[in-house]
Every structure is written in structure tokens, then in C-alpha cells.
Nanobody, 118 residues
Framework: QVQLVESGGGLVQAGGSLRLSCAASGRIFDVNAIGWYRQAPGKQRELVADITSGGTTNYAASVKGRFTISRDNAKNTVYLQMNSLKPEDTADYYC????????????WGQGTQVTVSS
């Protein structure tokens, strides 16, 4: 089992910045990738960015150049630095850890809300 706790959400004006944190505990040595997802009201959950255990990153086109995902292995924490925020970034943001072996397992955090006002 892997436990994830997100923090750092809040209300910010358009153009502002926030940094989300995802603290992991449990069998984290099994984790192959950790990602940030978001879900806006009435919309499907979507990938924002993820980072593999090897440090490879991947971003949704809508956030590329504005958001940066990073990890601090000593703290077992993954961060999402969000700059130049737009009202359309408003959503609940979730952290997900993925284990690939022996079977694919996904572990989700409880989410943190981000609201960007215009």
C-alpha cells in the first residue's frame, strides 16, 4: 500500500502561482511513477503531469511551459509548481502513484482544491 497526502491548494488570482505537494508513505520503493491529475466540475479527470522513478517527466499540452513537476526523494515528496495560472486551471488536483509490477496498481490521494479567479 502507498499513502498519498496532497497539500498546497487554495485561491489565487489569474497570473499567480501555487505549489502543490504530494507526500508519499508506505511501499514507495515499489512506485514507478507519480502524477498530478485534475478534475474540474462536470469534466473528466485528466493528467496534468507525471514523473517516473528515473526522473522522466511528462506534461499535458495545456500546462507545458507553465507547470513544473519535481521530486525530493529524501522527503518522499513530489511537487507541482504552477505559474501563470489561468481560470481554466481551476479544479480539484489529485496525486496518483503507479506501481507496474507484478500488476499495475494505482493509489490516489484525497485531492486539494485550486481556484483561480479572473
Amino acid at each position: 500500500q502507498v499513502q498519498l497526502v496532497e497539500s498546497g491548494g487554495g485561491l489565487v488570482q489569474a497570473g499567480g502561482s501555487l505549489r502543490l505537494s504530494c507526500a508519499a508513505s508506505g511501499r514507495i520503493f515499489d512506485v514507478n511513477a507519480i502524477g498530478w491529475y485534475r478534475q474540474a466540475p462536470g469534466k473528466q479527470r485528466e493528467l496534468v503531469a507525471d514523473i517516473t522513478s528515473g526522473g522522466t517527466t511528462n506534461y499535458a499540452a495545456s500546462v507545458k511551459g507553465r507547470f513544473t513537476i519535481s521530486r525530493d526523494n529524501a522527503k518522499n515528496t513530489v511537487y507541482l509548481q504552477m505559474n501563470s495560472l489561468k481560470p481554466e486551471d481551476t479544479a480539484d488536483y489529485y496525486c496518483k502513484a503507479r506501481r507496474d509490477y507484478p500488476t499495475v496498481m494505482n493509489y490516489w490521494g484525497q485531492g486539494t482544491q485550486v481556484t483561480v479567479s479572473s
